[in-house]
């Protein structure tokens, strides 16, 4: 039905960034809201930034005035750019878009497969 594929993920010291990206295929009539949630060793996953159709963003606050969530509706990706990272911020870091699906004809949450960043001090 829908597949979302992540990128990006990987090694990187205090203080830098990555950006991942997150594309979506299938059969998709319509993408509503698009996220990235993250999920450490031993915590539960957690919502880290979240985008509606219109543009609109939420984030959490650990990662608010450093990580920037955007999306491109044209190629149904969305990206988050992760500046300033610190060593809490490493996690397996999975992409959540709730899509309209054509065949069949319905509204799901879909996940990623996860993608690995770790922060080192």
């Known amino acids: 039905q829908v597949q979302l594929v992540e990128s990006g993920g990987g090694l990187v010291q205090a203080g830098g960034s990555l950006r991942l990206s997150c594309a979506a295929s299938g059969s998709i009539f319509s993408i509503n809201a698009m996220g990235w949630y993250r999920q450490a060793p031993g915590k539960q996953r957690e919502l880290v930034a979240a985008?509606?159709?219109?543009?609109?963003?939420n984030y959490a606050d650990s990662v608010k005035g450093r990580f920037t969530i955007s999306r491109d509706n044209a190629k149904n990706t969305v990206y988050l750019q992760m500046n300033s990272l610190k060593p809490e911020d490493t996690a397996v870091y999975y992409c959540?878009?709730?899509?309209?699906?054509?065949?069949?004809?319905?509204?799901?949450?879909?996940w990623g497969q996860g993608t690995q960043v770790t922060v080192s001090s």
């Open positions: 985008i509606t159709g219109e543009g609109s963003t």
């Open positions: 959540n878009a709730n899509v309209r699906t054509v065949v069949p004809w319905r509204l799901g949450d879909y």
